[in-house]
C-alpha cells in the first residue's frame, strides 16, 4: 500500500467514526518531510495560538513545520516587529529552532482599515522594511472585516493608489505586497493591473475562495497562469484539512499546472474542541502528503 492509499484509507475511516483520536490518526499517517524542497509548509502564527509571540518558532518545531507565517503586530503594540531588537531575536529563533520566517503578513488591517487609515498606509510602508530584516519574501496584506473591498469602489481606488506609492520600495527591496481578500480572481487582476507593479500579487486562499462560491481551480489556473499568485493558505473552517469543503487532491493538480514553488501555509483547520497540537500535526503531515 502506497502512502496516498494508505491516506485515503485514514480519512475514509475518519468519516466512518467520529469517536477516532487525533492521537490515532496522526499515528496512521505518520509522514516524514519530503527530500524535495518545492514546497515548504508553514502555519500562520496566530493559527497556533502564538500571534506575533517568538513562541511561535518553538510550537512550530513541536508541529514539525518548516516555517511560520510571522504577524507583524498589532495596534496594541505598535506594530512592535517594526523594533530592530525584536527583529535580530525572531531571526536568533528561527537559528535556534530550524523553523524559518516563512511570510509576514498584516492581520490588523482588519480592522485598522488600509483603504481608510493613515495608519495602515504607513504600516505597509514600513512592512517592506520588517519582511526584508526577517527575510520574508510576502506581506500579506489582510482586506476583510473592516478592511474589506467587496463591492467597495472608493475604498478598492484609495488601495490601488496607495499601492502604487508603496510598490517602487517594494520592487527595489525584492518584496511582494500580497493581498489577501474576498475578491474573484477579476477583481483581484483590476487591482494588480491598475497598480502595474510586479511587487503586488494575489494571495490566494483556498478556503476563502470556497466559501465565496468561486471556481478555485479555475481561478488558480488563471491567475497562476499569468504568475501572479505569490503563495498559498490551505485553509478550513471549523474542520481538519480533507474534512471540510475544499478538494485539496484536485487543488494540487491545478497548483501543478501553474509550476508553483513555494510556501503553503496551514491556517484555521481546528475543529470545534479539538486541541491545536493534535490538529496541526495532523494538518501538517496531510498536506506533506498532499504535496510529496
Known sequence: M????????????????????????NSKINLEK????RFQIGACDWSIGQSSKIEAFDVAKTIGLDGIQVNMGSEKNDMHLRQKPLQKAWREAAKRTGVKVGGLALGEMNNIPYKSDPRAEQWVQDSVDVARALGAK???MAFFNKGDLKNDPKGTQVVIERLKAVAPKAEKAGVVLAIESWLSAEEHMAIIDAVASPAVKVYYDVCNSTVMGYDILKEIRWLGKQKQICEFHFKENSFLLGQGKVNYPEVRKAIDDIQYAGWVHIE?????????LESYTYNNKFVREILA
Open 138 to 140: 510576502n506581506v500579506l
Open 2 to 25: 502506497n502512502r496516498r492509499t494508505a491516506l485515503r484509507q485514514t480519512m475514509g475511516f475518519i468519516g466512518l467514526s467520529s469517536s477516532v483520536s487525533l492521537s490515532a490518526l
Open 34 to 37: 519530503p527530500n524535495n524542497q
Open 268 to 276: 484555521g483547520a481546528v475543529p470545534e474542541g479539538k486541541n491545536m
